[in-house]
Nanobody, 118 residues
Framework: VQLQASGGGLVQPGGSLRVSCAAS????????MEWYRQAPGKQRELVAS???????NYADSVKGRFTISRDNPKNTVSLQMNSLKPEDTAVYYC?????????????WGKGTQVTVSS
């Protein structure tokens, strides 16, 4: 199973950006999907999560600004980021728990850079 993230880039403060992640491979069941981020010199932190039935959870720092969504038939998860702040600058990683027919395993995407700067 592989996760491929896309959609990062440079945006001005107050702007919007959408990052997406597509999973491929032998996917029998896709459980929770999450977005994490890691800023320079900081630990990786959970930004948002979504269950297989669409229940969402957000870090306090992004509530009301970010929206996570998923498309189960396409095995994709997206993160719509609005009202971006410089402190949102980080590498964003998608993560998913997948049952491939043999085991449930955690998978990470390679990350996509999001830079918020004027």
């Amino acid at each position: 199973v592989q996760l491929q993230a896309s959609g990062g880039g440079l945006v001005q403060p107050g702007g919007s950006l959408r990052v997406s992640c597509a999973a491929s491979g032998n996917i029998i069941i896709m459980y929770d999907m999450e977005w994490y981020r890691q800023a320079p010199g900081k630990q990786r932190e959970l930004v948002a999560s979504i269950t297989s039935v669409g229940r969402t959870n957000y870090a306090d720092s992004v509530k009301g600004r970010f929206t996570i969504s998923r498309d189960n038939p396409k095995n994709t998860v997206s993160l719509q980021m609005n009202s971006l702040k410089p402190e949102d600058t980080a590498v964003y990683y998608c993560h998913a728990e997948v049952y491939d027919g043999l085991e449930v395993a955690r998978h990470w995407g390679k990350g996509t850079q999001v830079t918020v700067s004027s």
